[in-house]
């Protein structure tokens, strides 16, 4: 990109993002697909300039989403708003949003180059520009020495970037991604996550991403969204997602997690006192801004096993079981114990460093955690 | 001294280089046996025959063939299945891809009934092809009929025997043949392709020229070369259907060979069509390929 046209793209961007513009607004999305609800009520915005990820289990609904932002699927009820316009009925040619599909779908019969160009063919860009402004995003995705060959001659990597740079050469308002890396192999797949996080950030464009792939999810998104059995769980930054589940479901979604049932005695909203199955009391935090139950109520808390630790007896804690030491796994860079307490199984992560021995199968060990790393779920309804 | 080799433990690895030999040769033998009732049938019923018309049509001599050149019989004929075979590949083509188009594009009950009327156009023998379009179109068939009843027409239509009765005969036997070559082309083609290229802004007709049209080539160009080979071999339509000046080539070696009992010359027609179709099925082969 020349100095003069980021210029005028960070001007228009700024425009853009003063009034919304270029948001896409996504509310009350549903789809049935017979009696099965494959989307029920979704609601999100992509803001101008955000990496949006869609993260779920397959049959979640992110990809029938994805295919009504992108004109392919009709939605049964909602709207999907481009700034203030509706964009529903709108055939997808009309919608200015740059599509790359998993399995790349580039035109086998055109070359690089013309596969690039495609859409500004489609535009009637005049030959000169069209060709320059091709040039250029191959350049951007590293692919100017093989503007000539045909997409059978590139690696699955190439394809994917030829994918992005034919989608991206039309400005497009927002860039859908549909698993893009999804058949790419493990090493390859984080570097193209690094590439595309960086084109991404240089040009500014809108992203939403849809994948299965926590990592992917987290490495890339500036905010993802869970969705389970077509709606959203949870919409927030990854750390936020992470460290405050609102559900089961995202819970055990995103990493690991020890879920402990629970009798709710106060909740404020913020923090939670609560009964743990053997009756011992501790302090949480409340991860869900809604959903929650009152004192006396049943509920669900969420620890990551990275966030218990082997407590001594005199050690004041927030929040302490006490248990019978299953087992230990090593696994270099941390130790992998497994705890029997309040009638489960808990898993207990920690660094491996020279002042842990690990205890005997069978002792008694006490397991504590700070108030912070205890999350009060939303109840499932 | 070689047995004991063979049997003794296996230190160099001979033997077994020698076993996967033989296995390899007695793979090749017990192939050949398989097929040998088909290559006795081939040697008789069409090397032996092909050489005697090679055979014959040399015997013709250059003065033979200079004549036949000159044989308005002759040229009028393979001017005929020149222009005849290419109007109808053009126009079987046509209808083919959209009745292939027609059913990959359509829903399931749609796919599986066009599928059967196809396949039923395919299996229904031509004789009885031929009493049908008999009866549709002679002067007072079923068409002229309809037509004078409409008041569209004041006298009959001279559709039968003639020129416009053969070549719709024609096309309906050809269009079948045509439409598989396509329709296996166009099943393989990714939607999302084309979903990529809507997405970037072009439009259905665009889709289809810029899209659809040129992926789907090759099940074109494969059908077009089949229907090509199919006309050039027409026989039973133009000799039933036809006037006499409607006549293609297959026509006229039936002329030289039945009626005429010229072997030479019927050798000699015979021999053009063979090489004419070799290098058509030659590049049909290498079309239907490339639809892989």
Known sequence: ?381 | MMALRTIGPDVSGQSSVRAAAVAARRGRWGNLLWLLPVLALYAAGLVLPLGITVRRAFELGAAGWSDLLHNSLFTGAALNTVIDSTGITVVAVLLAYSLAAAIWRGGAIARASLTTLVVIAFLTTVLVKIVAFNALLRDNGVLNTLLQALGVIDGPLHLFPGRPAMIVAMVQYVVPFAIFPILSVMVRLDKRVEQAAESLGASPWHVFVHVVLPLTLPGVIAAALLVFVICTGFYVIPATLGTPRDQLLANVVALYALQLVDFRVASAVAMVLVVVVGVLTVLYQRAERATR
């Open chain 1, 1 to 381: 990109m020349t100095v003069d046209d980021s210029k005028v793209t960070s001007a228009a961007r700024a425009t853009g993002a003063a009034d919304g513009a270029r948001d896409i607004n996504v509310t009350g999305l549903g789809k049935r697909y017979g009696a099965a609800h494959a989307l029920h009520d979704v609601n999100f915005t992509l803001r101008d300039g955000e990496f949006l990820t869609l993260l779920g289990p397959s049959g979640s609904g992110k990809t029938t989403t994805l295919g009504i932002i992108a004109g392919f699927v009709d939605p049964d009820y909602g709207d999907v708003q481009v700034g203030a316009r509706s964009i529903i009925g709108m055939p997808p040619r009309r919608r200015n949003l740059g599509i790359v599909f998993q399995s790349y779908a580039l035109f086998p019969h055109l070359s690089v180059a013309a596969n690039v160009e495609f859409g500004l063919r489609m535009r009637k860009v005049p030959a000169a520009e069209r060709e320059r402004r091709g040039k250029r995003m191959l350049e951007r995705v590293g692919l100017a020495d093989f503007a000539q060959r045909t997409p059978a001659q590139l690696s699955g990597g190439q394809q994917q970037r030829v994918a992005l740079a034919r989608a991206l050469v039309i400005n497009p308002t927002a860039l859908l991604l549909d698993e893009p890396l999804g058949a790419l192999d493990r090493r390859l797949r984080q570097q193209v996550e690094i590439e595309l996080k960086g084109i991404q950030r240089e040009t500014g464009v809108s992203v939403l991403h849809v994948t299965h792939d926590q990592e992917e999810a987290m490495i890339m998104s500036d905010r993802m969204a869970v969705m389970n059995a077509g709606r959203i769980e949870q919409i927030d930054t990854p750390t936020n997602v992470y460290k405050y589940p609102s559900t089961r479901f995202v819970a055990n979604f995103l990493g690991e997690a020890n879920l402990l049932d629970v009798n709710v005695r106060e909740n404020d909203g913020a923090r939670a006192i609560v009964n743990y199955a053997d009756g011992s009391s501790g302090a949480v935090h409340v991860s869900s801004a809604h959903g929650t139950g009152g004192s006396g109520s049943q509920g669900t808390v969420c620890v990551r096993p990275e966030r218990m630790h082997f407590a001594s007896d005199d050690e004041v804690a927030e929040n302490a079981v006490c248990g019978t030491f299953v087992s230990c796994l090593y696994l270099g860079a941390s130790l992998r114990c497994i705890v029997q307490a309040l009638g489960q199984e808990l898993i207990v992560t920690c660094s491996d460093h020279a002042a842990f021995t690990s205890p005997e199968p069978g002792a008694l060990v006490r397991l504590a955690w700070d108030a912070a790393d205890g999350q009060l779920l939303a109840n499932e309804s």
